[in-house]
């Protein structure tokens, strides 16, 4: 079965491939990203995610669908609730810049899939070009993001974008022979949104990938029922 927009976030896609936010949640809780996996967990759709996803989907072209499909965004006489106000601002933002809007004017939301330390993997790439890999964030700001026992970090890292970036670029490279590299345009939510074009350094990516491939043996074990 071919994946598309509309089966990629199915169960029967998240069981058969691996990604990189079914990766993140398994490292993070082992339990709830099986429950989640199993459909005995439902993650909540926070505001903070469906700002982000309401960016997303202006850059892919169906903010009109997304609005149909989140009536929770809009307020009783039709016009949107103060977050989703904040985020047409942050479009508007990232459009008065022209750099910005070269790095998002790739091939939009591409699907790909491919195989990594033997297992299948899906990845869908905000805005692919045939020199980079661009992928968009909206976050709260660029501070440092404190985490327990590890100390303040930086939110790449913090985030584990580092991981998203060394999946992506291997995944592209097995499809077209190329590896590229790994850019992050970010938009912050505040009073003024501030954007910056983040480039993920190489060391970081490579160092990302051995992450994964130390840990995914686990992980498909839970996933497969073999490891408790």
């Given at each position: 079965k071919v994946l598309t927009?509309?089966?990629?976030?199915?169960?029967?896609?998240?069981?058969?491939?691996?990604?990189?936010?079914?990766?993140?949640?398994?490292?993070?809780?082992?339990?709830?990203?099986?429950?989640?996996?199993?459909?005995?967990?439902?993650?909540?759709?926070?505001?903070?995610?469906?700002?982000?996803?309401?960016?997303?989907?202006?850059?892919?072209?169906?903010?009109?669908?997304?609005?149909?499909?989140?009536?929770?965004?809009?307020?009783?006489?039709?016009t949107l609730k103060a977050d989703y106000k904040k985020a047409d601002e942050i479009i508007e933002r990232c459009n008065r810049d022209k750099l910005f809007t070269e790095y998002m004017s790739g091939n939009p939301q591409v699907?790909?899939?491919?195989?990594?330390?033997?297992?299948?993997?899906?990845?869908?790439?905000?805005?692919?070009?045939?020199?980079?890999?661009?992928?968009?964030?909206?976050?709260?700001?660029?501070?440092?993001?404190?985490?327990?026992?590890?100390?303040?970090?930086?939110f790449i890292n913090a985030w584990g974008y580092d991981i998203q970036a060394a999946v992506y670029q291997a995944i592209i490279e097995q499809n077209t022979g190329k590896r590229l590299p790994f850019y992050i345009p970010a938009a912050t939510k505040e009073k003024n949104p501030d954007i910056q074009i983040f480039k993920i350094p190489q060391h970081a990516i490579d160092t990302a990938l051995k992450i994964v491939e130390y840990n995914i043996d686990r992980i498909a074990d839970i996933k497969s029922g073999l490891e408790e």
């Open positions: 927009n509309d089966n990629y976030f199915s169960q029967e896609a998240n069981i058969k491939y691996f990604s990189v936010s079914q990766f993140k949640a398994f490292m993070k809780c082992e339990q709830r990203a099986y429950a989640d996996l199993t459909g005995d967990y439902e993650p909540e759709q926070t505001t903070p995610l469906l700002v982000g996803s309401y960016v997303d989907a202006y850059y892919e072209g169906a903010l009109d669908k997304f609005k149909a499909e989140h009536p929770e965004i809009l307020k009783r006489d039709g699907i790909m899939t491919g195989e990594l330390f033997g297992y299948k993997w899906k990845i869908k790439v905000d805005s692919l070009h045939p020199d980079k890999i661009v992928d968009l964030k909206v976050m709260r700001d660029f501070e440092p993001v404190y985490i327990p026992g590890e100390g303040k970090q930086h």
